[in-house]
């Protein structure tokens, strides 16, 4: 079963997005801040994506990243960005998969999680 982290400071964002990629049969983790999610990381085994919002308190998507490309075991997790303001970036200028804009369509979501694993098959 493909698992991911979701990694968002907005609680009723994680819950929805937890509750709907649960139903799609994904095992979800989920993370407060990017800080919450480097030690979520610690202990548990690798996830096959991670989902994660780009402004946050204490540690935001940016800082996040770049402790993860410098974790040997971690470089490789595909990352999409969810973000309101999707239009200061794209995916290819953070090294990530995908550039979401928040409220996230699920419809959408789902399409991204699904393409995404089919490539790395």
């Known amino acids: 079963m493909r698992s991911l982290l979701l990694v968002d400071d907005d609680a009723s ?3 929805t997005l937890r509750d709907f990629l649960t139903e799609e049969g994904f095992v979800v983790h989920t993370a407060r ?3 919450h999610a480097l030690h979520l990381l610690e202990k548990l085994d690798p996830p096959d994506l991670i989902l994660l919002d780009y402004k946050m308190p204490i540690m935001d998507g940016k800082q996040f990243l770049g402790v993860l490309r410098r974790i ?3 470089q490789g997790i595909p990352v999409v960005i969810l973000s309101a303001a999707t239009r200061e970036w794209s995916g290819a200028h953070l090294e990530v998969e995908e550039v979401l ?4 369509d699920l419809e959408v979501l789902r399409t991204t999680v699904n393409r995404i694993f089919a490539e790395r098959l």
């Open 13 to 15: 964002i994680r819950m």
């Open 101 to 104: 804009s928040k409220p996230v």
């Open 72 to 74: 040997p075991k971690l």
């Open 33 to 35: 801040d990017g800080q």
